[in-house]
């Protein structure tokens, strides 16, 4: 395949489902380079309550896209390599019970707020607002009970050359303690050229704070198939946020210059993670916001390649955000097995969660992650995929 054809991601999907669930059946064609499938739902399974969870799948430009309702999340991702040979990039499980007891985010959009809260605390207009402290003390991903653990309103379309799903809720007031009420709206968009696309909105009826993202765990050489520590990672980034042992930003844009935080040039992932400096201390790896050089921007701009050796597959990454939450997998330990059946060991998968920064709230110099009633928060990112 030449390098010239590219597929863009920015969640993702096909195989890997319970038995009972939908998969590659009769009358279900796979996707090559120009095929296109209206979007299909299927039961996926249902919550302890009854409430009904689908999985979608959507096929366009020569990849295959699953996506649950239950978190939005993305189930799998079929994109080809060298060869024209499919494989599923993403990491998941193939049952719903393992997403809801077990999982450390796969695949899901993260809300209200993506990444970090210091204390689960933040003060907005002079009223401070306590938040549920599900991480060493900290608020994490939204809460206890964010975003990744609701089911997601889901409506499929097909547009000129676009297949996509919009996916909706409304967020309560004072749900995980965060103020207004807020109207999410989230666009998962596949078009003929390959092109896969996340468009996040929200608007409040009160004053609050919003961090939407995507936790995709890719690896580019094929789910399960072990280490992504030989992937090669390129980010035009020159600074980072420092964090303490608990992982909470110090405030500090540090230079990555003379760090392992450095990728301005591709390295391996693997280069520099055994060093013994003490920010991989805190994390056990990575798992730090690097600071994107081109800040906050209207329309995404490309930030990030990776490149996989062994099938070729290349993924670059567009955003409008001023942040990378760049994450090694680091506390992925055996215990969890996905949707090849092959257990998920350190490092088998990576996290590129393009957001603002953690603990915003709480730090003034940080670009602003508050939002106010008349406004609309908007963001976009996009991920392509190519193959050498």
Same mark, same amino acid.
């Given at each position: 395949?030449?390098?010239?054809?590219?597929?863009?991601?920015?969640?993702?999907?096909?195989?890997?489902?319970?038995?009972?669930?939908?998969?590659?059946?009769?009358?279900?064609?796979?996707?090559?380079?120009?095929?296109?499938?209206?979007?299909?739902?299927?039961?996926?399974?249902?919550?302890?309550?009854?409430?009904?969870?689908?999985?979608?799948?959507?096929?366009?430009?020569?990849?295959?896209?699953?996506?649950?309702?239950?978190?939005?999340?993305?189930?799998?991702?079929?994109?080809?390599?060298?060869?024209?040979?499919?494989?599923?990039?993403?990491?998941?499980?193939?049952?719903?019970?393992?997403?809801?007891?077990?999982?450390?985010?796969?695949?899901?959009?993260?809300?209200?707020?993506?990444?970090?809260?210091?204390?689960?605390?933040?003060?907005?207009?002079?009223?401070?607002?306590?938040?549920?402290?599900?991480?060493?003390?900290?608020?994490?991903?939204?809460?206890?009970?964010?975003?990744?653990?609701?089911?997601?309103?889901?409506?499929?379309?097909?547009?000129?050359?676009?297949?996509?799903?919009?996916?909706?809720?409304?967020?309560?007031?004072?749900?995980?303690?965060?103020?207004?009420?807020?109207?999410?709206?989230?666009?998962?968009?596949?078009?003929?050229?390959?092109?896969?696309?996340?468009?996040?909105?929200?608007?409040?009826?009160?004053?609050?704070?919003?961090?939407?993202?995507?936790? $995709?765990?890719?690896?580019?050489?094929?789910?399960? @198939? *072990?280490?992504? =520590? +030989?992937?090669? /990672?390129?980010?035009?980034?020159? !600074?980072?946020?420092?964090?303490?042992?608990?992982?909470?930003?110090?405030?500090?844009?540090?230079?990555?210059?003379?760090?392992?935080?450095?990728?301005?040039?591709?390295?391996?992932?693997?280069?520099?993670?055994?060093?013994?400096?003490?920010?991989?201390?805190?994390?056990?790896?990575?798992?730090?916001?690097?600071?994107?050089?081109?800040?906050?921007?209207?329309?995404?701009?490309?930030?990030?390649?990776?490149?996989?050796?062994?099938?070729?597959?290349?993924?670059?990454?567009? $955003?409008?955000?001023?942040?990378?939450?760049?994450? @090694? *997998?680091?506390? =992925? +330990?055996?215990? /969890?097995?996905?949707?090849?059946? !092959?257990?998920?060991?350190?490092?088998?998968?990576?996290?590129?969660?393009?957001?603002?920064?953690?603990?915003?709230?709480?730090?003034?110099?940080?670009?602003?992650?508050?939002?106010?009633?008349?406004?609309?928060?908007?963001?976009?990112?996009?991920?392509?995929?190519?193959?050498?």
């Amino acid at each position: 395949m030449s390098t010239s054809r590219r597929t863009v991601i920015a969640a993702a999907a096909a195989a890997g489902l319970a038995a009972a669930a939908v998969g590659p059946g009769a009358g279900e064609a796979h996707a090559g380079s120009g095929d296109s499938a209206a979007p299909r739902r299927a039961r996926f399974g249902e919550l302890a309550d009854g409430t009904r969870v689908d999985i979608w799948t959507l096929a366009c430009g020569g990849i295959r896209l699953k996506v649950l309702s239950y978190g939005g999340i993305v189930q799998s991702l079929e994109v080809p390599d060298r060869h024209g040979r499919p494989a599923n990039v993403s990491l998941g499980f193939a049952d719903l019970e393992s997403y809801v007891e077990r999982s450390p985010y796969f695949g899901a959009l993260i809300g209200r707020y993506g990444n970090r809260i210091a204390n689960g605390r933040f003060t907005l207009d002079g009223r401070t607002y306590e938040l549920p402290r599900n991480d060493n003390g900290h608020s994490l991903h939204g809460g206890d009970l964010g975003f990744d653990k609701r089911v997601w309103r889901v409506e499929p379309f097909t547009r000129r050359g676009e297949v996509g799903l919009v996916l909706t809720r409304t967020s309560p007031d004072g749900e995980m303690g965060y103020p207004g009420t807020l109207e999410v709206r989230v666009e998962y968009v596949l078009t003929r050229h390959g092109d896969f696309r996340i468009d996040y909105e929200a608007t409040t009826d009160r004053p609050t704070v919003v961090n939407l993202t995507n936790h $995709t765990y890719f690896n580019l050489a094929g789910e399960g @198939s *072990g280490s992504i =520590l +030989d992937h090669r /990672l390129e980010v035009a980034a020159s !600074r980072y946020t420092p964090v303490g042992e608990t992982l909470i930003p110090t405030g500090e844009l540090a230079r990555v210059a003379g760090t392992p935080f450095d990728f301005r040039r591709a390295k391996p992932i693997g280069a520099d993670i055994r060093e013994g400096h003490p920010q991989l201390l805190f994390g056990r790896g990575y798992d730090h916001n690097l600071v994107l050089d081109k800040g906050i921007t209207a329309e995404p701009e490309h930030v990030i390649t990776v490149s996989e050796p062994t099938s070729g597959r290349v993924m670059r990454i567009a $955003t409008t955000e001023p942040g990378v939450q760049f994450y @090694s *997998g680091n506390f =992925l +330990d055996g215990t /969890l097995a996905g949707t090849s059946g !092959r257990v998920y060991r350190q490092s088998d998968g990576f996290c590129l969660e393009t957001q603002h920064f953690p603990d915003s709230p709480n730090q003034p110099s940080f670009p602003s992650t508050v939002l106010r009633p008349g406004r609309t928060y908007r963001t976009t990112t996009v991920h392509s995929f190519s193959a050498d």
